[in-house]
């Protein structure tokens, strides 16, 4: 089984996001980098779910993960927690329609200069045919 | 006009014009040729017949056949030519080249299906699949005076002219209901579909071995790795999903007291690493099952023959079900890593390498591989729009006849009210005849109307149907792995083998027991043969052998006409 979903830089789900996500922050500019990736599949016909069915959770790892907040909306960046997990639903469909925004903004506490990375993942979840 | 001479002055005898729905438009005439080349010059030669009108003071000129000379017979004693003359319809029907075409000669009248009655390019046979197409057909065709064909719905609405009896020919009104052949009491249209239901299950295995103090005292052995993952990679039709998640016991002593004795267990590194001490494992199958899907509707005709006429069409969709029930796991890209592998954004979920569709585990999904619904839908058309043809095409075997003097105005598909001598219709025309002949002078049109009892002034219909839904969920049970003692006194005297299933093995006998007072041996009990033993559950005949589904068609159904009045 040809697995499809997983993150994408696009909401076509054409760019899958293979390795880590990375931002740079400048001292002199302390403000939150802030971008969307796409959590889905470019195949309609299918769907994704967990095997217990609870949701499908976005979770982020890596030297810079606490650094980073995950929501489904940008309005709830402000709300949520950096570093913990996003539950995204407990059930995901293929093809445009079902594909899901997930806002990131990552902003490094220490105001350091460098570039930095995290990784963005999911717990092993199952695709199947409608 | 026969090969473009008007021979019009060189007529004699009767000449006949005559055309229906669906067939050739026929015409004979006699004339006297004026030479033997003009005679030769008659075969397959382009006809026209125009018939013109006189009234006082108007001329009115009507075409009323185009076509060709099929034959030509001469008499020499009289010198006299007569000719038959046909219309291009079966030769327009043998020419189509594609099903396109064929549903272009229909005016989109008829349900083109290519899954129940496929046009074959390497073999066509246009007549026989422009037949089949015209058997769901809401209407007819024909070759119009002019030459042109024409698509004929067969709809009834206000009539062009409606004759009385002052314009219809004394006692030539004839009333024909339909026999009793001909209308059924009802008419069963049905489509089966067949295609594979794909089932998907999971079940959990979870075992752990006997304690350390069994093993002391009955000397049992420890379950080795292979035997399990032989017995896990044996059991038919079922196979492991991704990885089993194994425990080795400990490495080193660990204490066991034994009565009064404190006893040292051992295991080495080597051992533990052959040896299990406990296993979680998801095994999975999947499986096909063949269902037939009977889209079905009844279409109430009214007859009183007592007998109901079925049509039926098969469409089957396409898919190498042993081959997606049979493929193994590849799952090459699992295990590759032992500690530290890198973060991926999509996780293995040890269902790598199976073949697409993929139905949910413990659930079912209907799988139409080359068949969409949309071509579900328009088998199910074909199917009604057969049984609205048939239903129609018996109703209009109503009919009123008449004659009245020579009336070339009317074509095939007009709708023309007769009321005269008690019987009153509005109908279609469906065939006509003219005759003129020149030795008496008898100018006369014989017209046949259809007037079906209708419930519509348009004949057709919708249908519309609901795809069965897989409304499967699996929940196999399964007896667990357990531990089953032989030659002991734990042993059942008469065990269960379906329960049997798990780590099997036996109480050493008392003369190699290190505690021989504790050992739990008995001689006389069931030996077992030493096996890891797994008997995976079997698939319920209900999702496994062949399923019929009936599924009605939602299906209105018009018939264009209003019937016939008859009063005394």
């Not at chain 2, 099903?99 to 046979?125: F, H, N």
């Not at chain 2, 062009?160 to 249209?189: G, H, K, Y």
């Not at chain 2, 419930?455 to 795809?467: A, D, E, G, K, Y």
């Not at chain 2, 008469?494 to 299933?501: A, I, M």
Request: aromatic share 8%; proline share 6%.
């Amino acid at each position: 089984m040809e697995t499809s979903f997983g993150f994408f830089l696009d909401p076509a789900c054409t760019t899958p996001i293979v390795s880590s996500v990375q931002f740079v922050q400048a001292i002199s500019n302390p403000s939150p980098d802030k971008r969307v990736v796409y959590f889905g599949s470019p195949l309609a016909g299918r769907f994704a779910v967990m095997a217990d069915d609870s949701d499908i959770t976005a979770s982020i790892s890596g030297p810079a993960a606490s650094n980073v907040t995950l929501a489904l909306s940008e309005a709830d960046l402000g709300v949520r927690n950096p570093g913990a997990a996003l539950p995204i639903a407990a059930r995901v469909d293929g093809g445009p329609a079902g594909v899901v925004p997930i806002y990131i903004r990552a902003l490094d506490s220490t105001h350091v200069s460098g570039e930095r990375s995290f990784f963005i993942s999911t717990a092993i979840f199952e695709e199947w045919s409608q | 006009m026969v090969g473009g001479l008007d021979v019009s002055s060189h007529l004699c005898g009767q000449v006949q014009i005559s055309g229906g729905e669906s067939e050739s438009r026929v015409a004979s005439f006699s004339l006297i040729p004026q030479s033997v080349a003009q005679l030769d010059s008659f075969e397959s030669a382009p006809v026209t017949i125009d018939l013109t009108l006189f009234r006082p003071g108007q001329t009115a000129t009507y075409r009323r056949f185009t076509g060709r000379v099929e034959t030509v017979n001469f008499n020499p004693a009289e010198r006299l030519a007569s000719i038959a003359c046909r219309d291009g319809y079966q030769e327009r029907i043998k020419a189509i080249r594609s099903a396109a075409e064929a549903a272009a000669l229909t005016g989109g009248l008829a349900v083109s299906d290519q899954k129940v009655m496929a046009w074959i390019d390497s073999d066509p046979d246009p007549v026989g699949y422009f037949n089949n197409l015209l058997q769901t057909m809401r209407g007819c065709v024909a070759i119009d005076s002019s030459g042109l064909w024409q698509a004929i719905p067969w709809n009834i609405g206000t009539p062009s002219v409606s004759f009385d009896d002052s314009e219809i020919m004394d006692s030539s009104m004839t009333l024909s209901r339909p026999d009793r052949a001909d209308v059924p009491e009802s008419i069963v249209a049905t489509l089966n579909h067949r295609f594979y239901r794909l089932h998907a299950a999971a079940v959990h295995l979870d075992w752990s071995c006997v304690s350390r103090y069994d093993m002391v005292i009955d000397g049992l052995p420890a379950a080795p790795k292979s035997m399990i993952m032989s017995a896990l990679n044996n059991a038919s039709g079922w196979l492991v999903k991704g990885e089993v998640a194994m425990t080795e016991p400990p490495v080193g002593g660990s204490l066991v007291q034994v009565g009064p004795h404190s006893v040292s267990y051992l295991t080495s590194s080597q051992q533990a690493a052959l040896t299990c001490q406990s296993f979680t494992a998801w095994m999975y199958r999947r499986w096909y099952q063949q269902v037939e899907v009977r889209y079905r509707v009844t279409v109430a005709t009214g007859g009183a023959s007592e007998r109901d006429e079925s049509i039926t069409a098969n469409i089957e969709s396409t898919f190498d079900a042993a081959s997606w029930e049979s493929t193994p796991t590849a799952e090459t890209s699992n295990g590759i890593y032992a500690a530290n592998a890198p973060v991926v954004s999509v996780q293995k979920t040890g269902y790598e390498g199976l073949k697409a569709p993929w139905p949910q585990i413990n659930r079912a999904l209907d799988h139409y591989a080359d068949l969409t619904p949309a071509d579900i839908s328009i088998s199910v058309e074909y199917v009604v729009a057969k049984a609205l043809h048939k239903a129609a095409a018996g109703a209009r075997k109503q009919t009123i006849q008449f004659e009245r003097p020579l009336d070339p105005r009317w074509e095939i598909g007009s709708v023309i009210g007769a009321h005269a001598y008690g019987v009153s219709g509005v109908g279609q025309l469906v065939s006509f005849k003219d005759s003129l002949d020149h030795d008496s002078g008898e100018a006369v049109s014989q017209f046949v109307l259809a007037c079906p009892k209708g419930n519509s002034s348009q004949t057709n219909f919708s249908s519309s149907i609901v795809l069965p839904l897989p409304d499967v969920q699996h929940n196999f049970g399964m007896y667990p792995l357990s531990n089953w003692f032989g030659a002991s006194t734990r042993t059942l005297p008469n065990p269960p083998e379906d329960q049997l299933v798990g780590f099997l093995f036996n109480v050493q006998p008392l003369s190699e027991a290190t505690f021989p007072a504790y050992s739990t041996y008995d001689a006389a009990a069931p030996v077992y043969n030493q096996q890891f033993r797994i008997v995976m559950p079997g698939i319920p005949a209900n999702v496994r052998d062949p399923l019929v589904i009936d599924q009605t068609i939602t299906a209105t159904i018009n018939i264009a006409g209003s019937g016939v009045e008859v009063t005394f």
